[in-house]
């Protein structure tokens, strides 16, 4: 299982940003697949979860509204659309899938400047 995020970065306050993530080295479309996120000095935290078929979302109160999770099973790919960012967004950014075991991606930073 290898799960590579990608389109962080550094945007001011109010901007938008897609993170992508990648998977490999299993059956994708049977998976539910989920991001989370960790701040410095904060625990990790579930951010946004969308069911096998792309059918159900499900997101984090803190986020509601402003984030949009998708995917696109033919590409094997999971999407995090971020609006109205706010300088609370900055954290480390994860791609999760869990297929008997957990597996993470590496994590991908993103900065929200005030």
């Known amino acids: 299982v290898q799960l590579v995020e990608s389109g962080g970065g550094l945007v001011q306050s109010g901007g938008s940003l897609r993170l992508s993530c990648a998977a490999s080295?299993?059956?994708?479309?049977?998976?539910?697949m989920s991001w989370h996120r960790q701040a410095p000095g904060k625990e990790r935290e579930l951010v946004a979860t969308i069911t096998s078929t792309g059918g159900s979302t499900n997101y984090a109160d803190s986020v509601k509204g402003r984030f949009t999770i998708s995917r696109d099973n033919a590409k094997n790919m999971v999407y995090l659309q971020m609006s109205s960012l706010k300088p609370e967004d900055t954290a480390i950014y994860y791609c999760y899938v869990k297929k008997g075991d957990p597996y993470w991606g590496q994590g991908i930073q993103v900065t929200v400047s005030s």
């Open positions: 080295g299993f059956p994708f479309s049977f998976y539910a």
